[in-house]
């Protein structure tokens, strides 16, 4: 089988170099990744399942170390001045704003889901805690917690337009004028 892909590789060489030379601007590195396919070819023969398939083989490794090396030697520039993180005080005040205005909006939840989310979110306590003091199962627990977090969000994004970075919530507009936030 080695001598038949040798053979093979012999007669495919010249293509699977220009292959590589469409997506390869720099002749060296033609010669790098022809070179590389070769030795990933002949050490994953075995993987090979047809001997009529070798061609196709061969150009699907080709085209997968193109895109490796691509991968590998993507250009990073740095982001420009004007799109730094904001100031923490600023991200620290917009999160004030944000809690002293989800209060009311979590009052206005169903009683079943309300007290699961204020044990979740306000007092820190494990979703097994917040089953044991409601007298539900866990997956209950964690069911109207989720479907709180769910309605709170509807709530919000209704009244608001969020700005979200890493950080949490950076900042927010109320979308009319009667909103509370």
Same mark, same amino acid.
């Given at each position: !089988?080695?001598?038949?892909?040798?053979? &093979?590789? &012999?007669?495919?060489?010249?293509?699977?170099?220009?292959?590589?030379? =469409? #997506?390869?601007? /720099?002749?060296?590195?033609?010669?790098?990744?022809?070179?590389?396919? #070769?030795?990933?070819?002949?050490? &994953?023969?075995?993987?090979?399942?047809?001997?009529?398939?070798?061609?196709?083989?061969?150009?699907?490794?080709? =085209?997968?170390?193109? !895109?490796?090396? #691509?991968?590998?030697?993507?250009? =990073?520039? @740095?982001?420009? +001045?004007?799109?730094?993180?904001? &100031?923490?005080?600023?991200?620290?005040?917009?999160?004030?704003?944000?809690?002293?205005?989800?209060? @009311?909006?979590?009052?206005?939840?169903? /009683?079943?889901?309300?007290?699961?989310?204020? !044990?979740? +979110?306000? +007092?820190?306590?494990?979703?097994?805690?917040?089953?044991?003091?409601? *007298?539900? *199962?866990? *997956?209950?627990?964690? *069911?109207?917690?989720?479907?709180?977090?769910?309605?709170?969000?509807?709530?919000?994004?209704?009244?608001?337009?969020? +700005?979200?970075?890493?950080?949490?919530?950076?900042? #927010?507009?109320?979308?009319?004028?009667?909103?509370?936030?």
């Amino acid at each position: !089988m080695k001598r038949l892909m040798l053979e &093979q590789w &012999q007669q495919l060489k010249h293509k699977l170099r220009g292959y590589v030379a =469409h #997506y390869v601007d /720099d002749e060296d590195l033609v010669d790098d990744i022809l070179q590389e396919v #070769y030795l990933k070819a002949h050490t &994953q023969l075995h993987q090979l399942k047809a001997k009529g398939s070798l061609s196709a083989w061969l150009y699907r490794i080709a =085209h997968n170390t193109i !895109m490796d090396h #691509y991968r590998r030697t993507k250009p =990073h520039e @740095p982001l420009p +001045e004007e799109l730094a993180q904001p &100031q923490t005080e600023q991200v620290g005040l917009a999160h004030q704003q944000v809690a002293q205005c989800i209060r @009311p909006f979590i009052d206005e939840l169903a /009683d079943k889901y309300r007290q699961p989310l204020i !044990m979740a +979110e306000l +007092e820190g306590q494990t979703q097994q805690q917040i089953a044991d003091a409601l *007298s539900l *199962s866990l *997956s209950g627990a964690k *069911s109207r917690v989720q479907r709180g977090r769910q309605q709170l969000k509807r709530k919000l994004t209704a009244c608001c337009d969020f +700005e979200v970075g890493q950080d949490g919530v950076l900042d #927010y507009q109320p979308k009319q004028k009667g909103c509370q936030c």
